[in-house]
């Protein structure tokens, strides 16, 4: 008997996962609309110029129009990150870099102390080989 149950409750989990999945991707082609800057599947961006039933044309780059079925739209785009200039958007990763950086500079530096300490025994005394 309890052999039967456990498959039966995974179906019964996997259906309703596949319910909301279903129910979010129809509220996200509802709720898209011409000038909407959308992220696809394939990781494209762009501004949606023309909708339909079934298809959506992006911009992605000036003059660059693409048609793709609606249901490859994953969303909104979230927007970038990291600022224009390349450097990060907010003064936090600035800190956590620097201290990066220094953290890299002691380990270095622990590192050649090591080495040396290492080749200083690595050498053998004047004394032993006068012995030999």
Same mark, same amino acid.
């Given at each position: *008997?309890?052999?039967?149950?456990?498959?039966? *409750? *995974?179906?019964?989990?996997?259906?309703?996962? !596949? =319910? !909301?999945?279903?129910?979010?991707?129809?509220?996200?082609? !509802?709720?898209? &609309? &011409?000038?909407? =800057?959308?992220? #696809?599947?394939?990781?494209?961006? $762009? &501004?949606?110029?023309?909708?339909?039933?079934? #298809?959506?044309?992006?911009?992605?780059?000036? $003059?660059?129009?693409? #048609? *793709?079925?609606?249901?490859?739209?994953? $969303?909104?785009?979230?927007?970038? #990150?990291?600022?224009?200039?390349?450097?990060?958007?907010?003064?936090?990763?600035?800190?956590?870099?620097?201290?990066?950086? &220094?953290?890299?500079?002691?380990?270095?530096?622990?590192?050649?102390?090591?080495? !040396?300490?290492?080749?200083?025994?690595?050498?053998?005394?004047?004394?032993?080989?006068?012995?030999?």
């Amino acid at each position: *008997m309890g052999v039967l149950i456990f498959p039966l *409750m *995974m179906i019964a989990v996997l259906l309703l996962f !596949s =319910r !909301s999945d279903k129910k979010k991707r129809q509220q996200i082609e !509802s709720g898209l &609309k &011409k000038g909407d =800057r959308v992220v #696809t599947r394939a990781g494209l961006i $762009g &501004k949606i110029t023309e909708l339909s039933e079934r #298809t959506a044309r992006l911009e992605i780059a000036p $003059g660059v129009q693409v #048609t *793709m079925l609606k249901n490859a739209i994953e $969303g909104p785009d979230g927007g970038d #990150t990291v600022a224009p200039s390349g450097k990060p958007a907010d003064k936090a990763d600035k800190k956590d870099d620097k201290a990066d950086k &220094k953290d890299d500079k002691a380990d270095k530096k622990d590192d050649k102390a090591a080495k !040396s300490d290492k080749d200083a025994s690595d050498k053998p005394d004047k004394a032993d080989k006068k012995k030999k």
